[in-house]
């Protein structure tokens, strides 16, 4: 089992920047792809980062290019989205999303509020 747990959500203003964090722990093998989804209120969710080393990857909204980039520290085994110049229109839910061996893992999602 693996199991996914967000932090770094919170209120922010518009212009400014946050760090989100995905801790990943259990048994942890070789991560084929990971990425963050956004679930804004009352909408689909979207990916907003995602990186695949082994097949094709999603398309992100023109809002998070150049603003949002996904990281990693495998040493830790966390995963990190950068989110820069945040505006009202990224608030959402914020879930983290990681692949291994063909099958997909979540966790439990941050909120991010961004107030004009």
């Known amino acids: 089992q693996v199991q996914l747990v967000e932090s770094g959500g919170g209120l922010v203003q518009a212009g400014e920047s946050l760090r989100l964090s995905c801790a990943a722990s259990?048994?942890?093998?070789?991560?084929?792809?990971m990425g963050w989804v956004r679930h804004p209120r009352n909408n689909q969710r979207e990916w907003v980062a995602y990186n695949n080393t082994i097949g094709p990857t999603y398309p992100v909204p023109d809002s998070v290019k150049g603003r949002f980039f996904i990281s990693s520290d495998n040493a830790k085994n966390t995963i990190y989205l950068q989110q820069n110049d945040l505006t009202p229109e990224h608030t959402g839910v914020y879930y983290c999303?990681?692949?291994?061996?063909?099958?997909?893992?979540w966790g439990p999602g941050t909120q991010v509020t961004v107030s004009s």
């Open positions: 999303n990681i692949r291994i061996a063909a099958r997909d893992y």
């Open positions: 259990g048994s942890i093998l070789e991560i084929n792809a």
